[in-house]
Every structure is written in C-alpha cells, then in structure tokens.
C-alpha cells in the first residue's frame, strides 16, 4: 500500500484479519513492557496479574486472526491443531481455577450450592 493511508483504509473492510490481528499485537505491547521482573515490582503483583490477564484476549484475537486469514483459502488444518492446544489449555486453567477453593470460603461437603446444613 506504499503507506498511503486512504487505500489501508479502504483495504481494512475487505480484511479484517489484519485489524483484528493489529488489535492483538496491541494488546502484547504493554505485556512486553511489563514483563520483567522490575515492572512487576514497579506494578505491584496484583496490579501485574491483572494486567497479564489480556493474554486470554490475545489468544483469542490471534485465533480469530489466523481462522479468518485461512478461510479465504478453505485451509483450517493448522487453525485446528492451534486451536485445539488453546482450547486444552485454557480447558486445564479453567479446572485449576474451579478446583481451587475461593478465599475466606469453606469447601461444601455434600457438594450442593446453597443447601443449608
């Protein structure tokens, strides 16, 4: 596009790959400047965590990124596997997260939610 900025625009309707994977590496940015050990002393751990918390949304743009730049072709072979290894993943930190008991919260012992015993 020789960096002329009324054809990038006019090209962006037809691919919005390219605007949903530009989002993405937006969002890796401030996770690239944070990532050190310093700025997370700087941040604070909390206010780090949170804020590396955008990779789920990364993740999720970069699949979406990557399934519409195949779909022009009908080739989601590779699309598959990546998303199958997102989904285990992600699948693996959801039954961690769910496994742990919730702070100042006992864990119920018949297993029913909001049984008084």
């Known amino acids: 596009m ?3 900025v009324g054809d990038i625009l006019r090209d962006i309707p037809k691919r919005p790959f390219i605007l949903v ?3 993405a590496l937006l ?3 401030p996770l690239a400047a944070t990532s050190f050990n310093r700025a997370m002393r700087t941040m604070g751990p909390a206010r780090w965590k949170r804020l ?3 990779v789920y949304a990364v993740v999720l743009l970069g699949l979406l990124h990557f399934f519409w730049m195949r779909a022009a072709k009908h080739n989601f072979g590779e699309w598959a596997v990546y998303a199958a290894v997102v989904a285990v993943l992600l699948g693996w ?3 961690k997260w769910r496994a742990k008991p919730a702070k ?3 864990p119920m012992a018949s297993g029913k939610a909001g049984q008084v015993t």
């Open 93 to 95: 930190r959801l039954y």
């Open 27 to 29: 969002l890796m940015t």
């Open 52 to 54: 590396h918390r955008a």
């Open 21 to 23: 994977g530009t989002a």
């Open 2 to 4: 020789s960096f002329e």
């Open 104 to 106: 100042g919260r006992r």
